[in-house]
């Protein structure tokens, strides 16, 4: 089996410094038990969700590169946006505090009805509060970025330096971050003996996914990775894959592999934060065995996307299967009244 270059990757992410944000490199662990509940293949988790600032998440690897912009630019505030319980605004939020920047959010209103009273308040509503960020409440519209350039022109108007950071932190700068996750991810599979078959993870603004791809095609270049859609909105998140990711390759120098970008639909419930009774046991199952703290809104649903692959017998016993963990556990919080858990 090739055994892909990791050197090669790590020499094309060289040339991107990190702001140091997250912390890396995060771990690899094995899913023993829930593997052994399943009865199918091996399964291993990348703890992404312990990044490590604010309570963590996949978008620290992205801030990691997207602020290093906004820091050489002279920003004076971030300017982002989401809707209430984005964990992305959440880490942006967490970020601007380290870094000693302002921080204006456009909170969306209408993506989805608030399912508990809970919703505007707590888990990743309270954590922003706390890390000092503005909030301004906004209409949903179905544009990701719209309020958020639309606040930023309304700051720069009163004099402020703002940096935009887009929806889901995701761009080509963001890829290229997440492509670094791969670099990790093959040494530390290298050291364990075995080269995963498939990496799965939910996929959202297509950012992490861009990245997954980007690296996988270098260092790992037989591994399938596989995107579950948590947004009910699977043409969608294909094309953010591949527009991030076409971004992504150009500042690498290299060509992303379209062919590679598979986005699975069927594992978003009803929408989009709306989580179904496959959330729920997904949420369950890797508590009560792995004490694996999962949301409702992704990374709950990317399991439960991987769950029913097994299922359908998609891998051999002797696989090698490694699950993402993109974090989001704050949000269980303020989804615990809709749980029953
Ligand atoms: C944002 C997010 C994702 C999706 O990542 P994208 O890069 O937006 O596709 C997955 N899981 C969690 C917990 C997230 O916050």
Known sequence: MARGSIADLEGHLARFRRLGLARLPTPLEPLT???GHLGGPRLWVKREDETGLGFGGNKLRKLDHVLR??????A???VSGGVAQ?????QVAAAAAKLGL????AVYHGRLAPPTPAYETSGNALLNRLY???LHDVPWTGDRNGAIRDLADRLAAEGRRPFVVPYGVSDGLGAVGYASAIAELARQCGERGFTPRAVVHCSGSGGTQAGLVLGASLALPETEIVGIDIDAEPDRVRADVRRHGAAGADLLDMTFADDRVEVVAGHAGPAYGVPHAATVDAVRLAGRLEALVLDPVYSAKG???LIALVGAGRWRPDDDVVFIHTGGAPALFAYAAALAI
Not at 69 to 74: H, L, M, Y
Not at 86 to 90: D, E, L, Y
Not at 102 to 105: N, R, V, Y
């Open 86 to 90: 984005s964990n992305s605004q959440r």
């Open 76 to 78: 004076d505030t971030l």
């Open 33 to 35: 038990r829930l593997a």
């Open 69 to 74: 912009a906004a820091v050489e630019a002279g």
């Open 303 to 305: 399991l439960a996307g």
């Open 102 to 105: 302002g921080c204006d959010l």
């Open 132 to 134: 000092g960020a503005r």
